[in-house]
């Protein structure tokens, strides 16, 4: 007998950064519930799972409105806390890919209460730890921005 197992669909995350008088920027968006903040992400369309990147910039714009250049692999990945599950062990495994914002519009109408805001690095890692968020996703998101900042860094050399 054949068992169908139902995979998960991949989660990735836009981390959407910008230059401003030569400091970092993190753009950040309101979570559905809207009491917290977070990166730009959602699930990978099955016509995106041999570019995952692809994803990340749609979500980017989508919920942020921001178009720009999306590295093709991941510089981090990290564990969030999965809404759509019903199982005991509810964390979905989100691929960031870094990506340097060159131009905003307005994100998507039924997005619009995302809110999307930059913020210095210090600033992000104060806003995603907002809203009652549990301490080891407080940490997962304080070391995906230091991983972001290193690569951003080491990047413009």
């Known amino acids: 007998m054949v068992r169908e197992r139902k995979e998960r669909k991949k989660v990735v ?7 401003r008088n030569g400091d970092v ?8 519930g809207g009491a917290k903040w977070t990166f730009p992400k959602g699930h990978v369309a099955e016509s995106e799972e041999r570019e995952p990147w692809k994803a990340a910039a749609r979500e980017a714009r989508e919920e942020a409105g921001v178009l720009g250049v999306v590295e093709t692999t991941p510089f981090a990945r990290y564990a969030y806390p999965d809404t759509r599950s019903k199982r005991e062990s509810g964390d979905s495994v989100v691929a960031a890919y870094l990506l ?14 995302r809110d ?21 996703y407080v940490d997962e998101h304080a070391r995906v921005v230091s ?4 690569r951003i860094e080491s990047r413009s050399g």
């Open 13 to 19: 995350a836009g981390v959407c950064y910008r230059r």
């Open 25 to 32: 920027e993190f753009l950040l968006v309101r979570t559905k």
């Open 100 to 113: 340097d914002v060159t131009s905003r519009e307005r994100p998507r109408a039924d997005e619009e209460f």
């Open 116 to 136: 999307p805001s930059w913020f210095a690095p210090g600033e992000a890692i104060e806003k995603l730890a907002e809203g009652g968020r549990e301490q080891r």
């Open 147 to 150: 991983a972001a900042l290193e």
